[in-house]
């Protein structure tokens, strides 16, 4: 089995109007997982859902692991992807003030897992097949008898951020507009705000023209 590491921090792969809406508003935004790629995910949560007949489900799905390329490529991909990079213990200080809500990291469990022991319908919402082990995913998640809700969303302090990163495919000069469009938001002019250079670093160049 796998399962999530601890460290400092979470982070938020998603896209820069998420990020916008979030420094405008000082809210994160809990989104129904019905649309999830991962069709095993959702449909866990929406079991736990039916067996406490709570109609309406809300998730957010973080990252207890360090940047790596396969959380750009496949949560933030392209120019508009953006990483909230938040301090755990400031974060979760928030969240958890909203009854009913699990904050938790997700559990990895292969098939023999199961079968020699089936999950509890509690464990539900945070379990997952081994093979997404990698994401290391600490999820918030939210189920209530609220009907027709889109979105749910938690008052959170711009103080639980400790640095956005902008896509590492973003051009330069556009980050830099980008930069100070986001530090003009209210309560953002000291935000910490970097471009990616995941795939395009000159420090690590350096080292194949032995110029170190």
Known sequence: MKDSTKGRFLRRYTELPFLIDFLETKEITLLNPSAW????????L????EAYDLPSIFSLCLTETD????????????????????????????????????????LYRTLDDLRSRPPEIQELPFLKRYAFGDEMEYRFFMACAKRKTATFRIPVGLSAINRVMLSPWLPREVAKRT?????SIRGCSKLKVYRSTLVE?????RFARNDV
């Open 201 to 205: 670093n000159e420090a690590w160049k």
């Open 67 to 106: 940047e790596t390329y396969h959380h750009w490529r496949v949560f933030s991909h392209g120019a508009s992807g953006v990483c909230i990079e938040f301090h755990k213990s400031l974060l979760l200080k928030d969240v958890t003030q909203i009854t009913g809500l699990r904050a938790e990291p997700v």
């Open 37 to 44: 790629d991962d069709r095993n995910d959702s449909y866990y």
């Open 46 to 49: 929406q079991q736990y859902a």
């Open 179 to 183: 930069k100070s469009a986001l530090r």
